[in-house]
């Protein structure tokens, strides 16, 4: 899988490019990188220094910077490229970093008025829903 310009691995700030997402799934269990959290939080929320801490608690996160390895556990990473599919899906769809951002934080009320961004970082269910949400917008059904 070659990695488009806001591929789940370009926004992990994965070097080289994951040939299938088995590839990617071995990446994540190896353990990514922790600058992941940041190049993630620093696209979603560019301007919010706070926002990696809501991908990972900060006291995990001064752990995982300090430790010798600086590697996310596979639960982290997975969480991690779960909003990265989130957040590349999104921008397939609007085209625009500011656009896909606008529809992450925004309220919607297909998902009882909470913003996107708070329901995929929630649960897999709940990424599930917003990429269903965001599907019904590429294909007519609005988003």
Same mark, same amino acid.
Do not use: Q
């Given at each position: 899988?070659?990695?488009?310009?806001? @591929?789940?691995?370009?926004?992990?700030?994965?070097?080289?490019?994951?040939?299938?997402?088995?590839?990617?799934?071995?990446?994540?269990?190896?353990?990514?990188?922790?600058?992941?959290?940041?190049? #993630?939080?620093?696209?979603?929320?560019?301007?919010?220094?706070?926002?990696?801490?809501?991908?990972?608690? %900060?006291?995990?996160?001064? =752990? =995982?910077?300090? @430790? $010798?390895?600086?590697?996310?556990? +596979?639960?982290?990473?997975?969480? #991690?490229?779960?909003? +990265?599919?989130?957040? @590349?899906?999104?921008?397939?769809?609007? %085209?625009?970093?500011? =656009?896909? =951002? $606008?529809?992450?934080?925004?309220?919607?009320?297909? #998902?009882?008025?909470?913003?996107?961004?708070?329901?995929?970082?929630?649960?897999?269910? &709940?990424?599930?829903?917003?990429?269903?949400?965001? &599907?019904?917008? +590429?294909? &007519?059904?609005?988003?």
């Amino acid at each position: 899988m070659k990695a488009e310009p806001h @591929s789940i691995e370009t926004l992990l700030g994965m070097p080289g490019n994951a040939d299938t997402l088995l590839d990617l799934a071995y990446r994540i269990e190896g353990g990514l990188p922790v600058g992941a959290v940041e190049r #993630l939080a620093g696209f979603v929320a560019p301007g919010d220094a706070n926002f990696k801490y809501r991908l990972m608690s %900060k006291p995990t996160f001064m =752990r =995982r910077k300090k @430790s $010798a390895g600086k590697r996310l556990t +596979a639960e982290e990473g997975n969480k #991690l490229a779960r909003l +990265a599919k989130v957040v @590349s899906f999104a921008l397939d769809i609007y %085209k625009d970093p500011a =656009r896909a =951002r $606008a529809f992450l934080s925004r309220p919607h009320p297909m #998902l009882d008025g909470r913003p996107p961004l708070d329901v995929a970082l929630a649960t897999g269910p &709940g990424a599930d829903t917003v990429i269903n949400i965001l &599907g019904r917008a +590429a294909y &007519g059904g609005g988003a």
